[in-house]
């Protein structure tokens, strides 16, 4: 993959979709599946996909030369997300529980990850824009500190520090919501 700003994938004066698309697809996708909480379709998932590389193109013209692509797709990704999840009224049969229903220590495990993927979910969305590209960085590209840090230019104490406090922060919402860790 060549380098990650909008300038490298500038020719004359428009951006290359095609070659982003390439670079950026799989990395896009990887984000977005690791990212939803509710059973969305493959449909609706590659729905999002979509939307993501459709609002670059759209935004060509506001975008700073120097926007690195990883973070604003991302954020992009985030957005699409959630507005999936607000446009969509999703039902369910009770027929497709039927067997988690039959076992309660089943039911009462889903319904406690459940509520900890959206404690967590929440806790993401109130993060900064710094702070949310760092964790997903760090936690769902297994990018190494130090990459972060050259990256995102910044140092690798700074990384680190903001690591920390996502992590404390995560942390005390889920001893909020009633899933204690001691201490």
Known sequence: MRNERLKDYQVDGKINMDQIIDDFYGYVSILV?????????????????SDVFVAIWRNQEQLSETTLLKPYLAGIAKNKIKNKYRKSELSFSLSDYEEKLSDPASLEREVQENEQNSIIQKGLE????EEYTIFILFYYEAKKIKEIAETLHLSEGKVKVILHRVRKSLKRNLEDGGYGYGK
Do not use: M, R, Y
């Not at 969305?40 to 999002?48: F, V």
């Not at 109130?126 to 824009?129: D, N, R, S």
């Open 126 to 129: 109130a993060l900064k824009t």
């Open 33 to 49: 599946k690791n990212s939803v909480t509710t059973n969305l379709t493959d449909e609706d998932l590659e729905e999002i996909i």
